[in-house]
């Protein structure tokens, strides 16, 4: 069973940073591995992704600048740096991976359980 491990949220004041980690094993291969959040009353929504092997990386309008998505594809580990915070970012941050559990299974989504991202003063 794929497993991925979070760490990283807690409370800041604006302007401060957070680095979330996420670990993923127990998976055969990986095509892209990615952070997305879900804010209380909205949608869940992509933040940042990077696909494995191309390094091709998307980040939503709202992060770009302050946020920096990286991968270190020895250790199946995606880390979301994240600078400038703002009240507005706060949020329930959960990692994505995207991969195929097995050699014999299709390419599926897997989440992460959620960290909390709080920025306040």
């Known amino acids: 069973q794929v497993q991925l491990v979070e760490s990283g949220g807690g409370l800041v004041q604006p302007g401060g940073s957070l680095r979330l980690s996420c670990a993923a094993s127990?998976?055969?291969?990986?095509?892209?591995m990615g952070w997305y959040r879900q804010a209380p009353g909205q949608q869940r929504e992509l933040v940042a992704v990077?696909?494995?092997?191309?390094?091709?990386?998307n980040y939503a309008d709202s992060v770009k600048g302050r946020f920096t998505i990286s991968g270190d594809n020895g250790k199946s580990t995606v880390y979301l740096q994240m600078n400038s915070l703002k009240p507005e970012d706060t949020a329930v941050y959960y990692c994505?991976?995207?991969?195929?559990?097995?050699?014999?299974?299709?390419?599926?989504?897997?989440w992460g359980q959620g960290t909390q991202v709080t920025v306040s003063s």
């Open positions: 994505n991976v995207r991969g195929r559990a097995t050699p014999l299974r299709a390419r599926d989504d897997y």
């Open positions: 127990r998976i055969f291969s990986i095509y892209s």
């Open positions: 990077i696909t494995t092997g191309s390094d091709n990386i």
